[in-house]
């Protein structure tokens, strides 16, 4: 895939263009969309939102990383989604166990790669690190999506969130540090690597 | 306990953001530091938790439809000349309507207007009509004194010209109202129909023009 011929052609209103750059990219959009706000269905709106968005103001493109100008326009629709919600509460659909717990999300019962016992597992501890992330105020959250979970450099969470390096640099540090705190109330859910007793061994 | 600045650092330490001068002395304070030590642990067990989660994949295609954007099919110039003609057509066809109803406006809403017409047209009967509506005035009150206890409805009648003085003034009267009608119709006919009928035509031909333009262009897009 020629990313800047099809930027390019995109950029002269060539919707087939756009779209191929949307094959390229819809999982790691809807994935960073559904990790800022921690529901599917909102992670798709705002996706999809987004890539409309993306391709109206294509012309803005002035060439450098198309990921993080991408992401931009994906961090400013689940912001708008957030304010949304903010205004217009929610209750969900989904039904808790007698415990007070969520329910196990049917995606992993559909997921042919895993036994049961891990999709239990893997279920349980991304709804763990999901509550942690949820924690973080929405400016923190963001950039450690995009840093650790995108794997996107500092420059790029810069360009993608707009602010100056320094600013990513204290508040990747900041999240990454109440994760920690966060995520040791779900220790026997981690993996053994990332357990106390194993941190030595990384 | 470290402050918030040796946090920053060992994050960017973390993932290679320091410069080699930077990292040395990082790396000699780990050494040294097990506090520090202990906070750059908890930096890089909660990135590599992070690192570790699973990528989820979209539960749909997002690509986009013309509808959703909003793009709308490259149209040939001749739609747009046709667009014109319409609007232009319909323009003048108002404008036509607008003028052929002012005088009318005028003309029934002014009295002067109606008398200059009147005498313009009327020739001599311009004389003769005051007479003609005098004359029943004049009649009235003896009437009036010889019925005094006829009803309002013998009044009105005896109000209106006696068959007499109606067959006398009847030619000059006739000519007249056939003069004002003459008026009449040449203030009408300012625009002729003729040119309505022909602006409508125009008008409606290149909306149906356009429209198949448009509607083919749009077929063949899809």
Redo the contacts between chains.
Sequence with gaps: MDETALIQTAQHGDLDSFNTLILHYQDMVFHTALRILGDEDLAADASQDAFISAFRSINSFRGGSFKAWLMRTVTNACYDELRRRKRRPTTQLEPDTADGEEMDSPRWLADPSMTPAEKSEADELEHAIQHCLDALPTEFRTVVVLADIQGMDYSEVATAVHVPLGTIKSRLARARLRLRECLRSFEELLPSSFRLEGERNL | MNN?RD??Q???YL?G?LNPSESARVESRLSSDPELAS?F??????????????????????????K??G?KPPLPRAYSVFRFSTAFATFLLVLTFAVNAMPRVSFGASAPLAQEAYGIGGGGAATEAPAATEAPAMEMPLVATELPAASADSAREVGTPTPEVSTLKEPENESALQNQAQVHAEREAVIPVIWQIGLLVVGLVSAVIAFMISRNARKKWS
């Design positions: 918030f946090i920053e060992l994050s960017s993932d953001q906070a642990d908890d930096l890089r067990i909660a990135r590599g938790i992070l690192r570790k989660m699973p990528a989820r994949k979209a539960p749909r295609n997002f690509i986009l439809t013309r959703m954007v793009l």
